[in-house]
């Protein structure tokens, strides 16, 4: 047993929130989780505020900090939200301005957590000399949602409709903003001139890191598997990324982008637009997630839950509208008799994942990072874990996105 936080369960004594792990209202999530985070009841103080989070409900902030204004923020803000008397904060109605605030905290806690243990040592931030916690503002009056050292700032997306829908609410936009903190601090930032393929890294993997985290959310992982009677490429929340993109791009893990379709994969930086910037990512999320459906389609062979033809079948490219039918009614008879063994082999996914992640971040260096070089590191974190066994798995994964130098 490893220092994994494997499961919510697992935690006897923490502190209680509640979570909505996909934007409140979305079918199937109505109403929130309970959640616990590692710091016991009474140590989260008003705020809420753990001495490394602390967020800061501002009243009127009309602008993201700039290069030019940092935290601490010093305009009028809204009374801090204090825990209830034994020390938890579940209490909070999520139709009250509060639990915004609340929610925010909690997201971000719970992937910190998470990759807190992946990483099994606590993350020191980038710059914590001179921001030693964390800001979070969950309501600032702009379309957008921001990380930068010291602070994570939290706006909103306008839908069709024209309605604001706040990415404080959306576990998604924290995790993958948490996961931009997590970067900065163990992969590092280089100087002043970031290529465009370190930015490309960073939103491919602020991206993995949602995708991971919110699989340690049980009612998300039930969700997910009954939905899809555990085929993981069919069109699901864990694939569709952030459908209240910053970029207002609806990404998805789970596509058939290569790097032969970015022809602009080789202007400069200063040429491509931010979405151009987060395609480039694409083909690593894309390879990576496969790795992870295919990890967790080995190991249902493995336990007998599916044939490995199913297995072999569901991982083809392209595949036909035949196909698709006898995929899909393989896998609703399959999990249907043991629904256990598709638990068990997401949670021996996500694990597999993930740590081969952390290890390939301690391979990297800012300055001469690459998507190759991302890819090649995450090869090699494997090969150190487990030898031999899933190296040509992960290398047909990358080959087939064409990341190459
Ligand atoms: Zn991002």
Redesign the pocket.
Known sequence: MSGILKEQADIPVGTRFRVFPQYPGEPGFEEPAVIVLKPKPGTIGSGPDDGRLRVIDAVAKTRPYTGLEFPPYRGTVHAPVAPDPSGHFDRVNPSQREFKAVHAYACLRLVLDIWESYLGHPIHWLMQETFPQIEVIPRVEFPNAQASPGSIELGYALTESGERRWFALSFDVLA??MG?IILGAEVGISGAHLSAEYIAF??SM?DLISLISVLHIESFSNHLLTATNGNLYAPNELNRLAELSPTSQIRSASHNITMLDLPFRYLPRARLTQSQLHLLGQPLTGALFDVLVEVFQQQLVEYGAIPEALARLSMQHGPTADDLARIDRGFSSHYAVRPEYFHQALRFARDFTAERLVRSWELLKPERLTLLSAAAAFLTADRAISGERYQKLILECIQWRKIAA
């Open positions: 993958h903003e931009h960073q939103e602020a």
